[in-house]
């Protein structure tokens, strides 16, 4: 079993394993516009591609899908709402919310930590 404490920083493991949430507008991922895929930081799980990645203006990375069957989803009724959390299919950490407000024709924002994710370039190997 990997030992996730040791692999992640502190703020990727508060946010992957014990369900936290970046400060909104605070992600090094919420203005990238480059070409790849982004990844499970904990498994590197390929999870969305950058051709659904839009501003939703929220502060968090927005999808309007992911890559099929790269995301698992849990009813989330914490803090006092009702909402679906995203979780990587392949290994379980949390990503963020999905939300069926989404401008595109999906209808959905899939609102996503920074923290949780690792992106490659299309066309250079993850680091």
């Not at 930081?41 to 839009?54: G, I, Q, Y």
Request: hydrophobic share 30%; charged share 25%; with cysteine.
């Amino acid at each position: 079993m990997t030992n996730w404490r040791q692999k992640l920083t502190p703020e990727q493991f508060h946010i992957c394993w014990e369900k936290g949430t970046e400060r909104p507008f605070s992600g090094a991922l919420l203005h990238n516009r480059k070409t790849g895929i982004y990844h499970c930081v904990c498994c590197d799980a390929p999870l969305f591609e950058s051709d659904s990645k839009f501003d939703s203006g929220c502060g968090w990375p927005s999808f309007d899908r992911s890559i099929p069957d790269a995301v698992r989803y849990e009813e989330d009724r914490s803090h006092g709402m009702r909402r679906v959390e995203i979780l990587c299919a392949q290994c379980g950490s949390h990503l963020g919310h999905v939300f069926p407000d989404g401008p595109t024709d999906t209808g959905e924002r899939y609102c996503v930590n920074s923290l949780s994710l690792e992106f490659s370039e299309a066309g250079k190997k993850a680091e």
